[in-house]
């Protein structure tokens, strides 16, 4: 997908986001939050001193018991002391948590809301030219870890005051021994660096070789004709086998890194216990330490390694976090280029219907796919458009709808720029049945009212009965109220189209356009449909573009288009009277029909 | 509506299913005596790692505390001048026995550190090994059990499902069924034997250690049953929130033409902040769950303190016996205790959840081919090419037949062109050839022997099928001409090339035959993978050709390349093209125009011109543009 649309957009598009833009961006959400992360952090000092107090506990009770000061009142006071502050960490803790996580999740939401409302007021260049996977992505994935930098992130880095606190108590109790704890720190720090980065090259690796299977495996599921045409499937199997081998031995090459990498860190941390103990053990026979100090010396140390093994996670949770940020930014930054704007005539509320092209061109890219269009449709007529696919049919009638502007030239609306009506009002008149009929996985009623939420059961009723889709409704389990799409029921081809035609007549549109939107019912119901859109409303612009001659010949009109020009207008006799490329798709069009009556 | 967004709706909460248990435990048995010598390296991994505590206690409670050190101290500090000599020289001399007993210490420590870690070495390798192997093997035989279902079946299941089978359920199951076994094995092993090492070293202590572990458990169980059912919840609502925005986004032209942008918005805000208080909830148990269990923690270490220093201090009836280097060590055995408690209900989830992942593969695993290979295979040294369809009735859905009563027979190197209008049933004629299906009544023909006799790869390599949409493969264009026998000479590769017009194109495509197909952003043109499929065909040097031309239209250079090409392939064979080339039909033996799932009119150009029916109206309607 994304391919073709490289290949027609030559560039990409012109949206880079400065790296000062995620910082400005994070404040511009967050700000309102700030209440609870600084009061969230506030926390972080509190149960920090109160964790910390903990060494000083255990400090007192040995000294005590050692000098045999110990009552059986000083360990209940001890008792009471550790449950106390536990407690009060605890709860501490408990807010903490649900103030910073619980403001990344506001955030998460607000971002989400916003995001969903700019992608859906860009324009169709910015469809055009992107993926629908890479729109999703930005608001999965990119989402995630800019909600995780914010939410475990910070709060991962607020604890990390934990850290400096800790070794100023071990500090306190032997400077020496502090010394010796962090000797060793650079050592493993380099080491783990070469596991981690090994680990990411290997991991990588294995990624590969896995996209590798799943390509493979891909592959010949949807080339599963192929491959049973060739009677190849045996050796098929054999190559998967092959693969998955080699990917079993990537695979397990990063399992023994991994395995190598826990019992050396178990090995490191033991290595450091075993010197400490050594050291500090040392201290206390030579009298200069004492056994109640070291011992809480050896409870900080457990109190040292947790927030250590954090930082790591927190730093890349920061670094994944602004590289989401900034890929979301990106989007954000792309302006929506369809929009009001100074030259919008704001007097303008309501459209009749007069269409015209003043010399207009327009291009896909580097791709042109119009030349020079000149036409005019008086208000109420009914006009049709034919033409091979590609001719440029579709591109005319999106930029009536003003999806586009067009490179040169002008689309006038009553005498009007396009680009002057304001968007809503045009968009307003505007009544639209697509080529390829998109529903919502909502209920009948909800995709019939899709374009006025507030019609009537009587018009509603009257927009089915016009576009023959009344019988049908009735016949649904639910009649108006049944589910749609995934959850619910599917319609077939030709229902679809006629719910499509419905929902468009609903909003009652001064321009009404059919992009070969009757392709799916058959020809005597489209007549009926066409009969009766015509009888509704005389004075309604009508567009058809079809590749039926039976939908288009009682148009007022008919616009044979090729290779982005029109190269034959006027009415069904005329144009067949004339004999040119309309007269030959006629003919044709006999032929299949004389054909399709043979028994 | 994207199938990707909805499908974590499918979430399951499988239970515990023994048949299923004993069904997965068949993969692994093969490896039972490596699963017996990684559980073997565990319990003494798990042995030595608990050994530690102890150790410490050891050492802080002798040579650190050094009781006759400290007593001598104490004498020193109140001795008379006269006998501090002799004071400061047998301080002196005990602490270097203890210095040396202290040393003593740390170097068993050590070998115990290095034990258990070579210990937990070995073992994470068998388990990996064992995983990755037993995945390995389940993958194969998922690939090998799709690769010989029918077109049927494909074609009634979405290729993204039947990837997850092949991909992220058989990852579930090597994660929980061999990680998550090892694992339980691991926290039973560590809860008995830190038990054992509680209760020989001070049982009363042990006891009172053991308070808080029912609470641990009990809010473990609970917190996780909160934090689960939170959990699918959010799946649901988040595969709810994107699966709108992703129907937003492909319906960006509708929402914006008919100016719904800002209810659509709406609806999408409630879907969202329905995710987000879901989350809320979520993260309201996880703030209460994580303090609680430090609490739970602190109370075990606070409860060690009292009871332990009481015991010191004398005070307590049962064992009196005490000392810091034990409260020390009891304080790591609680910690050390209550991991593997706290991580039960934890296990358990994701077993269930392997379930699901099982379930859905053997449910896979157990659908049976619908085309099979016959008991006797045939193979006939020599193909003719004589084909036959007798008396044929087939319907993709039987009540709904295509061809009825059909018969036609082809006599070998005979070349017949098949027209007829959309719908006539000619495609399916190629399809019941190759035995993509099976026919409902009568039967297809090859050389006068059933094709549901023939061996059936064989039966399709003797047929080249050359299909409307060139289904290319990533790899290089020799790959493809290819397709994976490697008993073909480049030589012969870049003859067929050659003979069928595609080598002047892959000539000039970088890297000629070696040129990568599926490389992003160069793509090669209709015509282009028409040729490439013809070499493709002739290659493999069938005796049958089947040709369903493709439609669109390519530049008249190219289309004088292809209709060269078709002639030369179908030279000497027995061919049936589905035309829509007038040379084709030109070139034919004979022409059979089917209409309705019935042979309408039969015999060459000029005659069926002449009858001015059926081939009439279509030769006006098809082909005569092309003259």
Redesign the interface.
Known sequence: M??TI??IHGERPVHRADPNSVLKTLWRYNKAYLGRYLTGSAMAIGFISATLM?PL??EW??DN??TGA???L???A??GA??G???V???L??IQ??LI??AS??F??DL??DY??H???LS?SF?HRTP?GD??AR??NDLNFVRMLLGPGVMGLVNIVQVPATLGLMIYYSPQLTLVTLIPLPFVCIMVYGFVMYNHYQSKRVQEQ?SV???R?????????????????????A???SE??K??RE??KL??A???M???I??VV??L??II??Q???M????TLS?AA??AF??CLVMLAWPIAEFGWVLTLFQRGIVGMNRINEFLAVAPDIRDSDRTRRDIAMIQGEIRFDAVSFAYGDQKVLHDIDFEIRAGQTIAFVGPTGCGKSTVLSLI?R?FDPAAGRVLLDGVDAREVPV?TL??A?G?V?QDT?L??DTVWHNLT??R?EATQADVDFACEVAQFAETVTELPQVYETLL??RGINLSGGQKQRLAIA?AVV?DPRILILDDSLSAVDTHTEEEILTRLKAVAENRTTLIVSHRVSAVRHADAIFVMEDGRIVERGTHMELVAEGGEYARMYE?QL??E???E?? | ?S?E??DADEVQIASYDRTLMRRLMRYVRPYRLWFAMAVLCLLAASVLSNA?PYL?MR??DG????AD?EEI?VQLAEAAPDAVPDLEMALAAQ?AV??SE??GW?II??FL??G???M??IQ??IV??I???T??EM??EI??H???MS?RY?DSHP?GR??TR??TDVEKIQQSIVTGMVQVASDLFSIIIILAYMLYINWSLALVCLIPVPFILLVSIVFRKYARDSYLEIRKKIAR???N?????????????????K???EV??KL??D??DE??RQ??N???Y???V??L???A???I??YG??Q??G?SVPYTDAS?GML?AY?QYAERLFQPVKAIADRYNLLLEAMASSERIFQLLDTPEDIQNPPEPVRPEVVEGRIEFREITFGYDPKRPVLTDFNLAIQPGEKVAVVG?TGAGKTTLTALL?R?YDVQQGGVYIDDIDVRQWD??????N?G?V?QDV?L??GTIEQNIR???DSMSPEWVRACAEYVNAAKFIERLPGKYDFNVGE??V?LSTGQRQLLAFARTLA?KPRILVLDEATSSVDTETEHLIQDAIQKLMEGRTSIVVAHRLSTIQNADRIVVM??GHIAEVGSHRELLALGG?YH??Y??QYQDQD
């Open positions: 994304s391919d490289d290949t903990i506990v255990i009770v040995v018991l050692e110990m009552t059986r000083g360990l209940w001890a008792f550790l449950l502050i536990a407690a960490s605890g709860f803790r408990y948590r649900t996580i619980g999740r506001h998460e939401y989400r809301n969903f409302h992608i859906m007021r169709q469809f629908t729109i999703m608001a999965t896995f299977l799943s390509t495996a891909q592959e010949n599921l949807s080339g599963a004709r192929v491959v049973q045409a060739y009677g190849i499937a045996d050796r098929e199997s190559v998967f086998e998955s081998r990917y079993m695979s397990l399992a023994i991994q395995a190598l826990w019992p050396f178990g090995i033991g290595t216990l075993v103990i050594w500090g053990g040392g206390v026979i030579a009298g056994i070291f011992s050896l409870i709808m999806e809503r968009r307003d505007m639209y697509p998109f919502f996985s899709f374009g939420a799409g995934e929902r909003r044709r032929l299949e004389q054909l399709e043979t028994p | 509506m199938a967004y909805h530690v410490t050492t802080i040579p650190i505390k050094g050190r101290r602490i203890d210095r202290l040393y740390m420590l050590g550190l290095f258990e870690m070579t937990r070495f994470l390798i990996s090994f995983g990755q192997t995945m390995m993958r194969i690939f090998s799709l690769q010989k077109l494909l290729v039947l990837m092949v991909t929130v994107n699966a925005m992703q129907e937003n986004v492909s319906g960006v032209r509708v929402v914006q033409i008919f100016d719904r942008g209810r659509n918005l999408y805000e969202n902040a995710h987000r989350w809320l993260v309201r996880f703030a209460v994580f303090p609680v430090d609490f923690s602190t109370f270490i606070a409860l303190i009292w220093g009481r010191i201090v005070d810091f020390l304080v209008h190759s993509f059936k790869d064989y039966l399709r390599r047929i099928t299909l289904f493969f990533s397709l994976g026998d992003r952003g793509n493999h209409h309705h059926l109206t279509l006006q309607l």
